[in-house]
């Protein structure tokens, strides 16, 4: 992973690509830059999110994760969304958003929801960069309003944590 230790705001992935595998750094090729411009769109850097995968290293051929690497790699995952305990989660694609919401259920019909996450924030699950690259128009669109959808989701759970932060305090 990589990001701010402290960031109210984590992105989960499904795995590195060749650029990623290369750079040693998620979401830096094409899907990276389409990321990087959503979180603009929503007044956000790079810098002040923590993005993560599911699986740490690059499949061979680039194929989908097996099931016995997602599962070897889950302690990992837990340990960062542990401990940088963020406000919203963001799931990029399938393989991620079935994981932490615990479903079968494929990312086009949870897509444009959001659903309470270990107690102290939400899920918002939404497309992968690299569908929206090979998909475009309407796919695109969808993401602009996922990435809404977490910029309202953001303001308002950092407002309830620090609300709860200053009652026990």
Do not use: W
């Not at 705001?9 to 595998?21: K, R, S, T, Y």
């Not at 499949?59 to 599962?71: A, F, K, M, S």
């Not at 102290?120 to 699950?125: D, N, S, T």
Request: net charge neutral; aromatic share 6%; charged share 25%.
């Amino acid at each position: 992973g990589v990001g701010d230790p402290q960031a109210r705001l984590m992105f989960v992935g499904e795995a590195p690509g060749q650029n990623e595998d290369l750079q040693g750094e998620p979401f830096v090729g094409a899907a990276g830059k389409l990321l990087d411009t959503l979180l603009g769109e929503i007044g956000l850097r790079r810098s002040e999110v923590y993005i993560a995968n599911v699986v740490k290293c690059r499949p061979p051929g680039n194929r989908d994760p097996l099931p016995d690497e997602i599962e070897a790699c889950r302690p990992y995952l837990e340990g960062q969304l542990g401990f940088i305990d963020p406000a919203v989660v963001v799931t990029l694609g399938n393989f991620a958003t079935k994981l932490l919401l615990e479903t079968k259920d494929g990312i086009t019909k949870l897509r444009g929801r959001e659903f309470p996450f270990h107690g102290r924030g939400v899920l918002i699950p939404t497309l992968h960069p690299s569908a929206v690259l090979r998909s475009g128009g309407t796919a695109l669109a969808q993401s602009r309003a996922d990435f809404v959808r977490v910029k309202r989701a953001l303001r308002r759970v950092s407002a309830e944590r620090a609300s709860v932060g200053d009652e026990s305090g």
